[in-house]
């Protein structure tokens, strides 16, 4: 169920309403599903873990995920600009 600009979610039993910017409903529902399979996984795999302990293990797994992505951007990012530099020094000295 949802209102104009609020979209509200189940989670564990609950409902949260949540205010969404508009345009950004698509990114708010693949957060969530994203969220809800995490917590799916997580449960298979700690079947004993209880409502808030799999929130957030799932929510540092996402965390920890995202920083990963974000390091191995850094490193591309620099290897690319490394390799420029070294490219126009080549060239340079030519």
């Known amino acids: 169920m949802s209102r104009e600009g609020v979209r509200v979610l189940h989670l564990f039993g609950r409902d949260y309403a949540i205010r969404t910017p508009a345009g950004e409903e698509q990114l708010l529902q693949q957060a969530m599903a994203l969220l809800e399979g995490e917590i799916a996984s997580n449960g298979r795999r700690y079947p004993h873990a209880r409502g808030q302990e799999l929130l957030l293990l799932s929510a540092l797994n ?20 490394l390799n420029r530099q070294i490219l126009s020094h080549l060239r340079d000295g030519a």
């Open 62 to 81: 996402l965390c920890a995920r995202q920083l990963q992505q974000n390091a191995t951007g850094d490193t591309e990012s620099r290897l690319q600009a």
